[in-house]
């Protein structure tokens, strides 16, 4: 029993100052769960969405693929490589931090650049279109990569906050109500031992 309560002295004021602490606890388990539940319907939602993501992503890279392998067949891997030597840059990429609920991830943001179409000796135009898909699905890789981060953040905070809120629901809280009743029951016993005393007393006064 002794190892279930908290050492305090068992008096009035420690009596006082456990149940006010006691209100405190059972805000924060409150709060917690609160917290818990909207880190849950957000994982949720973020996991819907990369599936989403992940399908779309899936789905451009085999286009991608397909229409790489028929620049292939087309220019050959050498012409591919000298004619992938003079391509400009085909997107823009900006990484910034971003905040949800106390929780940093970054902000992946992807924009397309208008690709010119080579034209140069020996170059197909499946090679143009392979650089097109390429660049989608890159735009695409990005946001899915954003969403995953997200995901796997807001899932450790989850986690987090269900182990607090099973901490104070099955160990802190009790552990401070058990006390509290031992020190109410200390309090009740001693308080009859002074009224029996001060009875014995009384009596004795008068019998003398």
Same mark, same amino acid.
């Given at each position: 029993m002794s190892q279930q309560l908290i050492k305090v002295p068992p008096t009035k004021n420690t009596l006082l100052r456990l149940k006010r602490q006691v209100t405190f606890l059972e805000a924060g388990h409150d709060l917690l769960e609160r917290k $818990?539940?909207?880190?849950? $319907?957000?994982?949720?939602? &973020?996991? /819907? *969405?990369? &599936? &989403?993501? $992940? =399908?779309e992503v899936e789905n451009a890279l085999a286009e991608a693929y397909r229409c790489l392998s028929v620049a292939h067949m087309r220019m050959g891997g050498r012409g591919i490589h000298q004619a992938a030597l003079g391509v400009? *840059?085909?997107l823009t990429i900006s990484i910034l931090p971003r905040r949800s609920l106390g929780i940093e991830y970054p902000s992946v943001r992807a924009e397309r650049v208008q690709l010119k179409p080579l034209g140069l000796l020996g170059t197909d135009i499946s090679f143009d279109t392979s650089r097109e898909r390429l660049a989608d699905v890159t735009v695409l890789l990005a946001q899915l990569g954003e969403v995953e981060i997200a995901l796997h953040r807001l899932m450790e905070e989850q986690r987090k906050a269900q182990k607090l809120v099973n901490a104070l629901k099955y160990n802190i809280i009790p552990r401070y109500e058990r006390t509290i009743r031992f020190i109410q029951s200390s309090l009740?016993? =001693?308080? $009859?031992? /002074?009224?029996?005393q001060v009875k014995l007393l009384r009596e004795r006064a008068e019998a003398g």
């Open positions: $818990r539940d909207l880190l849950t $319907r957000l994982v949720y939602e &973020r996991i /819907g *969405q990369y &599936r &989403r993501l $992940r =399908e400009e *840059q085909a009740e016993e =001693e308080e $009859r031992n /002074g009224l029996f």
